[in-house]
């Protein structure tokens, strides 16, 4: 159990007691933890893991919660949330920018100032740091393509550059995700300049393939599956016939079958159940082990 009122006392940012996760989640669902904290500061986050750890209470870094699925019986530790790192330093080519800003923001910030090469990010609705985390990208692009160098606090809470090779990206991984217990706290993005108006219209015109093939207006977390190396996620779940399938209020998307959304009041539970069911069904079927993109926390 936390003490809260020694946790309100160390004044490391502001706090939200008690929180459901279903609140900072895009799947709209998750249950209660016992705290959220928004540090103010390096330095405050430093003290924050500093006491954490001295009390031994779990913690989770999210960012704009858009690639998880908390449980329903919630999470019992602190929720550590970067929305005070959104510093954003432009200097020719290089772009330095905090962990908590918001991925979409920045891309069309960038594009519309004649940045080239963040319009694949436009529709993305992670922040910078979950992005990093997970090497988010689209359209034969990701973050290893745009990012130059990385700040991250070590388990050792000792500050380190890590540069583009030690980030280690591959498809949908990082080093971040690789090794548990580092937190990115900003990075600094190369990108070359461009022709505004026509990222912007790469940037629409994505805007309206999207729109016409993602089902954008119900909770989600995005593509549920990794895509294996021969053929795309979203076919083997249709051929195993999962397209439109429902449990509870989860339901596998009429409009892209990688998709799970939340149609009505959904419990993480019920998402589990269908991720659980489309994996058995797809390997019976055609032995192909598919892999959650999206990640589940207890
Ligand atoms: C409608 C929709 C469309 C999507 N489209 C795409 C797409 O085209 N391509 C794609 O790749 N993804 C897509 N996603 C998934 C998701 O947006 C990305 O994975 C995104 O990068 C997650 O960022 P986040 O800030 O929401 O991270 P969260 O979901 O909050 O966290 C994800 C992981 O990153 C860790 N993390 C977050 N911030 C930090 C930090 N500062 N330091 C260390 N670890 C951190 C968390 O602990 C967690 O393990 C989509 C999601 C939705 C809902």
Not at 59 to 67: F, Q, R
Not at 69 to 75: A, C, M, N, Q, V
Not at 158 to 162: A, D, G, R
């Given at each position: ?10 004044d ?15 799947y ?29 209470i779990r ?9 998880l ?7 019992d ?7 005070e790192?959104t ?6 080519n290089?772009i ?20 080239r090469?963040l ?23 990701d973050?290893g ?6 700040k ?5 809470l ?5 540069f583009?090779h ?18 990115c706290?900003?990075a ?23 729109v ?6 119900y ?8 895509n ?11 051929l ?25 009041g959904?419990?993480a539970?019920?998402i589990?159940?269908?991720i ?13 082990l598919?892999?959650?993109e999206?990640e589940?926390?207890?």
């Open positions: 159990m936390i003490d809260i009122q020694k946790l309100e006392k160390q490391f940012g502001e706090i939200i007691f008690k929180p459901y996760m279903k609140d900072y989640t895009t709209k669902v998750g249950g209660m933890a016992e705290a959220m904290v928004f540090p103010k500061s390096v330095e405050s986050l430093i003290g924050l893991l500093t006491y954490l750890k001295k009390e031994k913690y989770k870094v999210v960012g704009n919660g858009s690639n699925i908390f449980s329903d019986s919630g999470f530790g602190v929720i550590i949330k970067l929305d790192f510093h954003l330093n432009i200097s020719g290089q330095t920018v905090g962990a908590g800003y918001n991925l979409m923001r920045l891309s069309i910030k960038l594009s519309r100032s004649g940045y090469n319009e694949f990010a436009s529709g993305i609705p992670g922040t910078l740091g979950g992005a990093i985390y997970m090497n988010a990208g689209a359209y034969q692009s973050m393509y745009i990012v130059k160098s990385a991250l606090l070590t388990p050792d000792e500050i380190k550059t890590f583009n030690d980030l280690n990206f591959h498809y949908r991984t990082s080093f971040l995700k690789e090794h548990e217990g580092y937190i706290l900003e600094t993005l190369e990108l070359p300049f461009g022709d505004a108006k026509e990222s912007m219209e790469l940037i629409a015109e994505r805007k309206k393939r999207r016409e093939s993602q089902p954008l207006s909770p989600s977390a995005g593509s549920v599956f990794r294996p190396k021969d053929i795309p996620a979203w076919k083997l779940v249709e195993a016939g999962f397209k439109g399938r429902k449990i509870g209020g989860a339901q596998v998307s009429e409009k892209h079958a990688n998709f799970i959304i939340n149609v009505d959904a419990t539970a019920d589990r159940k269908l659980d069911e489309i994996k058995e069904s797809v390997k019976e079927k055609y032995n192909v598919l892999k959650e999206q589940f926390v207890k």
